[in-house]
Each structure stands twice: as C-alpha cells, then as structure tokens.
Nanobody, 116 residues
Framework: QVQLVEAGGGLVQAGGSLRLSCAAS????????MGWYRQAPGKQRELVAR???????NYADSVKGRFTISRDNAKNTVYLQMNSLKPEDTGVYYC??????????WGQGTQVTVSS
C-alpha cells in the first residue's frame, strides 16, 4: 500500500502561481509513474501531468508551458509548479501514483481556486 499526502492548494488570482506537493509513504519502492489529475465541478477527472521513473513527462495541452511537474525520489515527493494560472484551472487536484505491477493510488485531493 501507498499513502499520499498532498499540500499546496489554495486561492490565487489569475496570473498567479501555486506549487502543489504530494509525499508518498509505504511501499514506495514499487512506484513507477507519479502524476497529477484535476476535476472541475461537473466535469470528469482529467490528467494534468505525469512523470515516469525515467523522468520523462507528459502534460495536458491546456497546461503546457505553464505547469511543470518534477519528482524528488529521495523525498518520495512529486511537485506541480503552476504558473500563469487561469480561472479554468480551478478544480480539485489529485495526486496519483502507478505501481510497477499496475496498481494505482490516489491522494485525497487539494482544492485550487483561481479567481478572475
């Protein structure tokens, strides 16, 4: 089992920045992919960004050039630096990890609200 603890959400004005963090504990040695998803009210959960164990990354088109995902394996933590935030970035952001054997785990979610 893996436990995920997220931090860093909040309220920010459009154009501002936030950094999310997600610390993993438990069976961390089998973590392969770490990522962030978000869910806006009335919408499905969507991928924001993910980072593989080889540090290759994928981003949603809507956040490319504004968000940066990184991971610190020594701290078992994944970060999401969010710059130039827009109101449409508002939602609950969830940390996700995928294990080497295919199972995945979710964090509890952290609210990000961007005001116009």
């Amino acid at each position: 089992q893996v436990q995920l603890v997220e931090a860093g959400g909040g309220l920010v004005q459009a154009g501002g920045s936030l950094r999310l963090s997600c610390a993993a504990s438990g069976n961390i040695y089998r973590i392969n992919v770490m990522g962030w998803y978000r869910q806006a009210p009335g919408k499905q959960r969507e991928l924001v960004a993910r980072i593989q164990s080889d540090t290759s990354t994928n981003y949603a088109d809507s956040v490319k050039g504004r968000f940066t995902i990184s991971r610190d394996n020594a701290k078992n933590t994944v970060y999401l630096q969010m710059n130039s935030l827009k109101p449409e970035d508002t939602g609950v952001y969830y940390c996700n990890v995928v294990m080497t054997y295919g199972a995945f785990h979710w964090g509890q979610g952290t609210q990000v609200t961007v005001s116009s």
